[in-house]
């Protein structure tokens, strides 16, 4: 005798009931890619920061020692966005930093932390950006000078500084930490702000999430490990979870532009668990005392380190 599930399934194909199954997967998988989005910061890089933007229909300008470069089209357009790309073609951008034509993506594009996503997680966003409605807005070129706008020596900047692979899990750690850990580093690629560059643009993992004098449009990014003075060893746990919640720090103050953006298209959007689960990270790692990073001199008073 047939399993029931079979037969059940049977009659589902017979009264049309199957198609909506199969939608109500995909929505839930849209459902997740929405949190993914939330959680990787997509927003700010992809979308102009000007009155009237289209949201992901790229154009957002990153100034860099290197150059000027442009966010893209991440909208499902198949001529100016990524309507064309496959599952693979996606996973091989997040994962290896290499284009569908197999052309390397400049690090600006952060694949370097992006690596460390799970595949479940790369097709849930893609899913996502899937749903959106195309957007026929043409990508802006790099406006950056040789020998940093050519494509073929990232193979050997790759060589040095990049690693490709999925987040492994500390086994010494607590499963909080680890969650913690996969959305900083993978998902939030906070150190991709938050860690010093070398003059050729790769981020020093000796001082992870230590500072960065010269982060984004050359503003100051501010040291995020626990130490007490010159990063945010006096906050606690509900300290770092409301200010990624609201942006605002102990003292009252909101914190800047940059990071005002990220917490209202992001970090706002996440659950209280995974909040938590930062803020358990952030407070585990060890501390780095350095003065690049600092909100205020070693030694002074100061109430905060998220300027």
């Known amino acids: 005798m047939p399993h029931p599930f079979v037969i059940l399934g049977a009659v589902f194909s017979l009264l049309g009931v199957t198609p909506v199954l199969v939608a109500a997967a995909d929505a839930e998988q849209v459902k997740r890619g929405e949190y993914i989005f939330r959680a990787a910061g997509c927003y700010g890089c992809h979308t102009e920061k000007k009155d009237g933007a289209i949201p992901l229909a790229g154009g957002r300008a990153l100034k860099t020692p290197f150059g000027t470069y442009y966010g893209p089209n991440i909208t499902p357009d198949p001529q100016n966005g990524i309507g064309k790309w496959t599952d693979q073609d996606f996973i091989r951008a997040l994962r290896q930093g290499v284009s569908p034509a197999g052309t390397s993506y400049f690090p600006v594009f952060p694949y370097?932390?992006?690596?460390?996503?799970?595949?479940?997680?790369?097709?849930?966003?893609?899913?996502?950006?899937?749903?959106?409605?195309?957007?026929?807005?043409?990508?802006?070129?790099?406006?950056?000078?040789?020998?940093?706008g050519w494509r073929w020596l990232l193979f050997g900047w790759k060589a040095m500084f990049f690693t490709a692979g999925p987040f492994k899990p500390d086994t010494t750690k607590s499963t909080e930490f680890n969650r913690g850990a996969y959305l900083v580093n993978a998902l939030g690629h906070c150190g991709e702000c938050h860690t010093?560059?070398?003059?050729?643009?790769?981020?020093?993992?000796?001082?992870?999430?230590?500072?960065?004098?010269?982060?984004?449009?050359?503003?100051?990014?501010?040291?995020?490990?626990?130490?007490?003075?010159?990063?945010?060893?006096?906050?606690?746990?509900?300290?770092?979870?409301?200010?990624?919640?609201t942006s605002l720090k102990p003292d009252g103050d909101a914190v800047g532009s940059s990071m005002g953006e990220v917490v209202e298209h992001g970090t706002s959007k996440l659950t209280d668990q995974d909040l938590n689960a930062i803020s358990a990270y952030l407070r585990g790692i060890p501390a780095i005392r350095n003065q690049i990073g600092a909100a205020k001199p070693a030694g002074e008073k100061k109430k905060n380190a998220w300027d």
């Open 112 to 148: 370097t932390s992006f690596t460390g996503m799970t595949d479940q997680d790369m097709l849930d966003l893609k899913a996502y950006l899937f749903s959106l409605k195309p957007v026929a807005q043409p990508n802006k070129p790099h406006d950056v000078s040789p020998p940093f």
């Open 196 to 245: 010093e560059r070398n003059f050729l643009g790769a981020m020093d993992r000796g001082k992870p999430l230590a500072g960065n004098a010269k982060g984004p449009e050359g503003d100051k990014v501010p040291n995020i490990t626990p130490d007490k003075e010159t990063g945010i060893g006096d906050y606690g746990d509900k300290d770092i979870a409301y200010l990624l919640r």
